[in-house]
């Protein structure tokens, strides 16, 4: 994991985050974030990984369902943000879209991508912060702008 | 629909705009455009429906031709413009990707997104408007950067 | 192509780049990033091409396998970035999820896009540069953080 300052300015800054082979996306980010302190930040991507972990939540089980994907893959691509979750640490959510050898698509939550041969991730910093907060019918934390 | 702003710099403002179950996307950006007068602004989101209504532009018959989505989706991407419309008012123009339970996607001109259990919204404001023109040949309002 | 200004300060400048029926979208960046001298840059868009060419890197041969796409096809999403190449031109990196007349989604690396009627493309400058280096195994241009 690479990074670079790309701009600064009133408590906003913006970082390029380039991961090479072998670099799992979500652990790399989650480090990044705790040490930067992102508290609020939003997540663009594109790039390729060897195999990763999709998910989809499943409304009747409450539950994410796996959806392993054990192929080489375009990252056609990596929506998310960062907020600060119910412990206090960064929460880094992100979603992906992947394209398969034959151009088909696959999507979903994405919980871990093994990057090849790279990722650009540009992240734009917010000088306010995003705060989750446990939703008790699904479960999950999810932001809330109240806090 | 709750929001924050997370920034404001130049004329230039960022907003978090958090949707919750039963929320409906189109209708929500729509309102929360016109409340804050945005007249030029980038919108990307992620989270997930318990429906949706997705369009393809039919160039033959230059009508949308509706892609009825009955199935909890993750929004694996959400990207799309705001602008002044012919008549004046905002006009939100939104694209997205849709992961079903297998990992398959979906995509297309987004007309409804039920939200469930959250859709987590961030639009940048541009101090300079978009303005849209009827484009004779499509029937369709477009962006023209010469107005 | 047309383009207009929507925010600059710091060194940072925010444009958008709307395209029309019968613009190459690959070209008219190299274009646009050429003219305005763009070493640092974020791309995103939604819009609908008549045609597309999409590719996905191989990884056993570390060549392109192309993706022909002969069909009307919603922008559903593009990302990309603009760095500075090994011979000191604006390298253009774009990815892109097509979506097709049912609503199955196409995604992979974009190397020719045919715009009708529209793509709407905004563009956010970084006043520092990102700057690709030739990478020994995959053999591609790759972003380095380093430089």
Redesign the interface.
């Known amino acids: 994991m690479?990074?670079?300052?790309?701009?600064e300015?009133?408590g906003?800054r913006?970082f390029?985050?380039?991961l090479q082979?072998g670099d799992e996306a979500m652990r790399c980010l989650q480090e990044f974030a705790a040490k930067e302190r992102l508290g609020?930040a939003?997540v663009?991507?594109?790039g390729?990984l060897?195999s990763a972990k999709?998910a989809?939540?499943?409304?009747e089980t409450k539950q994410y369902?796996p959806?392993p994907?054990e192929e080489?893959v375009?990252?056609?691509?990596?929506?998310?943000?960062i907020a600060v979750g119910p412990d206090g640490m960064p929460s880094i959510?992100?979603?992906?879209?992947?394209?398969?050898?034959?151009?088909?698509?696959?999507?979903?939550?994405l919980q871990e991508g093994h990057v090849?041969?790279?990722l650009?991730i540009?992240i734009t910093e917010?000088?306010?912060h995003?705060c989750k907060v446990k939703?008790p019918?699904?479960g999950?934390a999810?932001?809330?702008?109240?806090k």
């Open positions: 690479q990074s670079k300052l790309l701009h300015a009133d906003k913006t390029a985050v380039i082979k609020g939003q663009t991507a594109i390729a060897s999709l989809f939540f499943d409304w369902r959806i994907v080489q375009e990252v056609a691509s990596l929506i998310g943000d959510h992100v979603h992906a879209v992947l394209g398969r050898r034959d151009g088909t698509a696959l999507a979903g939550h090849r041969p790279t650009e540009i917010s000088p306010v995003l939703d019918e699904s999950l999810l932001i809330s702008a109240r």
